[in-house]
C-alpha cells in the first residue's frame, strides 16, 4: 500500500499490483517440480510452458462468443452433439468453451486430453472401454463415449490445450471432419496469440503513461528543494 501510494502521489494513473502473479507463477514452478522431479529437462519444459500459457492470461475468464462460436462449429461439421474447449493448466483442464453439454456433466477427459496434446495429429478414441476410462463413462450406460481432439499448439511450439469432439455412440471422423477440427484448433490459436499481442499493447501503453506522468511531475519540481517550479506554475495558470 505504502508504494501505491507513492506512485500515487508521483502522478502515476495506473498502478499494476503484479504480486497475484508471481504467487502464481511460483505454484506452476513448485507443482512441474513436484510432478518432474526425476526429469530436470521435463521439468524446465513444462515450466516454459505453463508460462507460456500464463502469458495469455486466458484461464479463468469468462464464456466468450468468439471461442463459443467455434465450438460451435466444431459439433456441426463433426456430426457431434458435444464439443469442448480446454486448456491445461498445473494442475487442471480448464474449459474455456463448452457446446452441448453443461460443466456440471462433463466427463472426466483428462487422459484423452493430454494424450492429444502431446502430438500434432488429432487424437482419436472410437469408443471407451470402462478399464481405462473409469470416470469417463463406457457405451453401455448411455454416457459419452467418443472422443477425437485437436492440439492447440502455440506460436512458440507448446501445447496449450485441446479442440475435441465428443459422442453417445462408438462412431469415427473421416478425414474431412478431422482436418475440419484441426483448422478450428488453429482458428482458436489464433484467437489466443491475437489476445496476448492485445495484452502487450495495453501494457506498454500502462507503462509509458505511468513514465509519462512521473516526467512530468518530475519536471514541474525544482530538483534541489523539492518545490514547484517555474513548469508547475505555468501548468497552474493553465
Known amino acids: 500500500p505504502e508504494y501505491r501510494n507513492r506512485c500515487l502521489t508521483m502522478g502515476a494513473t495506473y498502478f499494476l499490483d503484479k504480486t497475484l502473479e508471481f504467487h502464481r507463477v511460483a505454484e506452476i514452478i513448485t507443482g512441474a517440480v513436484t510432478e518432474f522431479a526425476d526429469s530436470p529437462a521435463e521439468v524446465r519444459e513444462e515450466v516454459e510452458r505453463l508460462l507460456d500459457l500464463f502469458d495469455y492470461r486466458i484461464i479463468g475468464t469468462p464464456a466468450e462468443q468468439c471461442y463459443d462460436d467455434l465450438t460451435a462449429m466444431a459439433a456441426r461439421l463433426c456430426a457431434a452433439p458435444v464439443a469442448l474447449l480446454t486448456l491445461h493448466d498445473a494442475d487442471r483442464q480448464w474449459v474455456k468453451s463448452c457446446n ?103 501494457n506498454v501503453h500502462v507503462r509509458r503513461t505511468m513514465t509519462e506522468k512521473a516526467l512530468e511531475a518530475r519536471s514541474a519540481t525544482d530538483p534541489l528543494t523539492g518545490l514547484s517550479n517555474r513548469v508547475a506554475f505555468r501548468q497552474a495558470l493553465g
Open 100 to 202: 452441448g453439454i453443461a460443466l456440471a456433466d462433463i466427463p472426466d477427459i483428462r487422459r484423452h486430453c493430454e494424450r492429444t496434446a502431446v502430438g500434432i495429429a488429432p487424437y482419436v478414441v472410437e469408443a471407451f472401454d470402462e478399464p481405462a476410462d473409469e470416470g469417463a463413462g463406457t457405451c453401455r450406460d448411455g454416457h459419452l463415449c467418443f472422443f477425437a481432439g485437436a492440439p492447440l499448439i502455440g506460436e512458440n511450439g507448446f501445447s496449450l490445450g485441446t479442440l475435441s469432439v465428443m459422442d453417445y455412440c462408438p462412431r469415427r471422423l473421416d478425414d474431412e471432419q478431422l482436418g475440419f477440427l484441426q483448422a478450428l484448433a488453429r482458428q482458436v490459436v489464433s484467437l489466443l496469440e491475437m489476445r496476448r499481442t492485445a495484452l502487450e499493447f495495453r
